[in-house]
């Protein structure tokens, strides 16, 4: 199980992060490669700084990995509400955005904007999909527990005969 529940429902997520080497060199001399691992999940992730601070352009940063966490979880409360209401969702893509800010405070995501496109079977409205796609915004775990803002721009198209 990728999570542990209290006794109260509370899930608790648990994640190693490892990283060796030296920072004697200073800031232009050490490595950032590290390592996630998040048992029981058989996947290592290799990553590293955005290549703008020293890192490796080669790995996935912590900047994408929350972008890619916002993406993934509207995506799959989405799947699920399209499901329980009988819709039948055959493709979704998302290019999704994330923009870090420097204007003076400490850098952070400023914003968040997901761009799914979203191919269903004919039979459901757009706007009926719509609602859907925003419903599963409201129940997304990930958007939830971010300050960030997140919007989210659907593009629902049917799919054709």
């Known amino acids: 199980m990728a999570f542990t529940t209290d006794p109260d429902g509370t899930h608790r997520y ?4 490892t990283w060796s080497g030296s920072t004697g060199a200073g800031y232009d001399g050490y490595g950032r490669a590290h390592r996630v691992e998040a048992p029981p999940a058989d996947t290592t992730l290799a ?5 703008t601070l020293g890192g490796d352009a080669a790995l996935l940063d912590p900047e994408q990995l929350v972008l ?3 993406s993934s979880c509207q ?20 290019e999704a955005e994330a923009t870090m800010s420097h ?3 400490p850098a952070r995501i400023a914003a968040i904007v997901l761009r799914p496109e979203i191919t269903v079977t004919p039979g459901p ?3 009926r999909v719509e609602r859907l ?3 599963a915004h409201g129940e997304c775990y990930i958007a939830n527990s971010l300050a960030t803002p997140v919007t989210v721009e659907p593009v629902v198209t049917f799919l054709r005969a």
């Open 103 to 105: 204007d003076g405070g």
């Open 14 to 17: 648990r994640a190693t992060c």
């Open 68 to 70: 890619a966490a916002a």
């Open 75 to 94: 995506l799959l409360s989405f799947l699920a509400i399209a499901a329980r209401a009988r819709i039948d969702v055959t493709a979704y893509r998302d």
């Open 47 to 51: 990553l590293s700084n955005d290549p």
């Open 125 to 127: 409205s757009v706007p």
């Open 133 to 135: 796609v925003h419903l």
